[in-house]
């Protein structure tokens, strides 16, 4: 699977910003794609994902009421709208892929795209 994450930057808290991963390469109709993200000195935390089989999506509680995970099969892309973005909410963020069902485990993933970085200061 290949993953190209973009729409990173730098947004003041409160102001929106759009994620996308564009993805190809799928050999099964059974696979979570989503965003897990890496902040310095912190651990990784899966943040959002949909499960392609029966479209259930799963968000970190972190980002539960402020981010919504999307996607349009034609362009076959995956976008994260990020509202209310908060300092903490600063990382690096990778698209991802995992087998069969959404899991952030590291055995789980089948894909990883190169991370964009949001960082959200005043």
């Known amino acids: 699977v290949q993953l190209q994450a973009s729409g990173g930057g730098s947004v003041q808290p409160g102001e929106s910003l759009r994620l996308s991963c564009a993805a190809s390469g799928f050999t099964s109709d059974y696979y979570g794609i989503g965003w897990i993200r890496q902040a310095p000195g912190k651990e990784r935390e899966g943040v959002s994902c949909?499960?392609?089989?029966?479209?259930?999506?799963h968000y970190a509680d972190s980002v539960k009421g402020r981010f919504t995970i999307s996607r349009d099969n034609a362009k076959n892309t995956v976008y994260l709208q990020m509202n209310r973005p908060k300092p903490e909410d600063t990382a690096v963020y990778h698209c991802m892929t995992s087998y069969h069902t959404c899991s952030y485990g590291v055995d789980a993933l089948d894909g990883w795209g190169q991370g964009t970085q949001v960082t959200v200061s005043s």
């Open positions: 949909i499960n392609n089989s029966d479209g259930n999506i």
